[in-house]
């Protein structure tokens, strides 16, 4: 084992996921107390822009597989190469975003190599030849400190945005890992992937979320009131629980404790009171900008901004000053 750190820099679509990019960053403080080296590792089918850009994003070394079986993701196919990738680079620690990949890949990969695993990570520290690292339990009201055995390999998956984006630098060499699936890593298929919410931005992706809730009162009112600014802001539509049970916005982009958690670094709250199970999906936002006319929201309590004023009249205009700045 090296004092490496390997990092699983995800993909869509040829294109660097920006949590995986912000995981070199992590990699890049703890490489500094390892004395190592950070590879990144990239997998899929055509992935050269991918490559392109972990390759320029401050890594030591990049590793990528290309196998057209990777095409789409699968979990035992990226199980296998991931594991391969390990046992070449032979890294004391291992890396990867907190995405739905992330969340999947990461449990699949510990069990095969018997390494330990801590998921949702938000501090990392190299110390006394291990890692110990925090992360929010009980939906961020506590935080547990966890610490790695020196003599085992570490993973961990990072949340989004706890990172920022690695700083621009040279393009570094990218070496070729062949791939073979083993065993049983081909009973599993992925078909296709359809995205659920349309073309606008996962919430748990998205640096800006515009999110609404049941004061929007219909679907209609979020087209009309939240999308401008979201599209405006190059940001993704989120909604709370009760905006989503009254079918004004799937599921998909529900925000909080039954939904999605989500670390951004703008949370704009349209008309969302601030129930206890959506703050414990966002109050780990960086900042936090409630529209609501009831001064004593819940939301208002945890929001650094708070405009007690009607969201039909004050999103128009930041719409158009947003797009008037742009």
């Not at 199980?79 to 995405?99: D, M, N």
């Not at 998205?206 to 809730?213: K, R």
């Amino acid at each position: 084992m090296t004092n490496d750190i390997l990092v699983f820099v995800e993909q869509r679509s040829n294109h660097a996921l920006p949590a995986g990019l912000q995981c070199l960053t992590a990699a890049r403080v703890l490489a500094g107390q390892t004395s190592g080296k950070v590879i990144a590792l990239v997998v899929g089918g055509a992935i050269d822009a991918a490559v392109a850009e972990a390759s320029k994003a401050g890594a030591d070394r990049v590793i990528a597989i290309r196998d057209a079986g990777l095409e789409r993701y699968s979990a035992t196919r990226y199980r296998a190469a991931l594991c391969s990738a390990i046992e070449s680079a032979k890294p004391r620690i291992v890396l990867l975003a907190a995405s739905f990949l992330g969340r999947d890949l990461a449990p699949r990969v510990a069990m095969r190599l018997g390494a330990q695993l801590a998921t949702d990570v938000t501090e990392l520290q190299f110390a006394g030849g291990a890692l110990t690292i925090r992360r929010p339990v009980y939906n961020g009201k506590a935080i547990a400190k966890v610490a790695f055995k020196a003599d085992r390999l570490a993973i961990a998956s990072i949340r989004a945005n706890t990172f920022a984006p690695p700083a621009a630098a040279a393009a570094v060499n990218v070496e070729s890992l062949p791939f073979a699936a083993g065993p049983g890593d081909d009973r599993l298929n992925n078909e296709g992937l359809e995205r659920s919410a349309g073309e606008i931005k996962d919430v748990t992706e998205a640096d800006i979320i515009v999110s609404g809730g049941r004061s929007l009162k219909s679907e209609d009112n979020f087209k009309q009131y939240i999308f401008p600014l979201a599209q405006a802001l190059d940001a993704a539509v989120g909604a709370s629980r009760a905006a989503c049970d009254a079918g004004y916005q799937p599921h998909s982009r529900q925000v909080g404790l039954t939904g999605k958690t989500v670390t951004p670094k703008l949370y704009i709250a349209c008309g969302v009171s601030g129930a206890i199970q959506h703050l414990a999906g966002m109050r780990g936002s960086k900042v936090i900008v409630a529209i609501n006319t009831d001064k004593e929201a819940p939301i208002t309590k945890v929001a650094d901004y708070t405009l007690p004023l009607d969201l039909f009249a004050v999103l128009p205009l930041m719409t158009e000053a947003v797009k008037g700045m742009r």
